[in-house]
T-cell receptor, first 114, second 113 residues
Framework: EAGVVQSPRYKIIEKKQPVAFWCNPISGHNTLYWYRQNLGQGPELLIRYENEEAVDDSQLPKDRFSAERLKGVDSTLKIQPAELGDSAVYLC????????????FGNGTRLTVT | DQQVKQNSPSLSVQEGRISILNCDYTNSMFDYFLWYKKYPAEGPTFLISISSIKDKNEDGRFTVFLNKSAKHLSLHIVPSQPGDSAVYFCAASLNTGGFKTIFGAGTRLFVKA
């Protein structure tokens, strides 16, 4: 099966600029996650979707971050405006959605804000 | 507030020997635990898991042990191989009100040939 696809792989922007990340989950996976991984730390959940619905966005900084998952498949995560502290790897993951099903991660987008 | 802790940032082991990676958690409500492996420039990949109702799960060279009273789990790799060199993340899942998976900071394993 094809894995989770993310683009771009790398992005360098200046602070205050907008940036967007795209994710295509594994076919048939109705649950989609966006995680952020800072250097030397584990992934931290930003938002979780069940189909089109964001069921957990409690950790998403809503003043500058937004996400959407139209039609319950692909998803986009946006930051506007970006800050220096947003530099991190942004990981998308998907799962079958049943209890304890493991997460399948994409290779991530490494964002550098200068 | 780190609910899942991996206190060893790195571990070095000789090829053929046992690797033991440790993980501690604070929330007794966690009911499922997973280990993920990550190579550079790749996303984490699922390795092995264990339910809170068990104390051991084995898959080939990989065994996970869970000590609920101590809120501690460990991953054993026997025998260790150079290809096992990666970062290993411990994760804990909470299945109330929609499940959450919380990750530790990871342990970098070096297996020397």
């Amino acid at each position: 099966e094809a894995g989770v696809v993310q683009s771009p792989r790398y992005k360098i922007i200046e602070k205050k600029q907008p940036v967007a990340f795209w994710c295509n989950p594994i076919s048939g996976h109705n649950t989609l996650y966006w995680y952020r991984q800072n250097l030397g730390q584990g992934p931290e959940l930003l938002i979780r979707y069940e189909n089109e619905e964001a069921v957990d966005d409690s950790q998403l900084p809503k003043d500058r971050f937004s996400a959407e998952r139209l039609k319950g498949v692909d998803s986009t995560l946006k930051i506007q405006p970006a800050e220096l502290g947003d530099s991190a790897v942004y990981l998308c993951a998907s799962s079958l959605g049943w209890v304890n099903s493991p997460l399948h991660f994409g290779n991530g987008t490494r964002l550098t804000v200068t | 507030d780190q609910q899942v802790k991996q206190n060893s940032p790195s571990l070095s082991v000789q090829e053929g020997r046992i690797s033991i990676l440790n993980c501690d958690y604070t929330n007794s409500m966690f009911d499922y635990f997973l280990w993920y492996k990550k190579y550079p420039a790749e996303g984490p990949t699922f390795l092995i898991s264990i339910s809170s109702i068990k104390d051991k799960n084995e898959d080939g060279r990989f065994t996970v042990f869970l000590n609920k009273s101590a809120k501690h789990l460990s991953l054993h790799i026997v025998p260790s191989q150079p290809g096992d060199s990666a970062v290993y993340f411990c994760a804990a899942s909470l299945n109330t009100g929609g499940f959450k998976t919380i990750f530790g900071a990871g342990t970098r394993l070096f297996v020397k040939a």
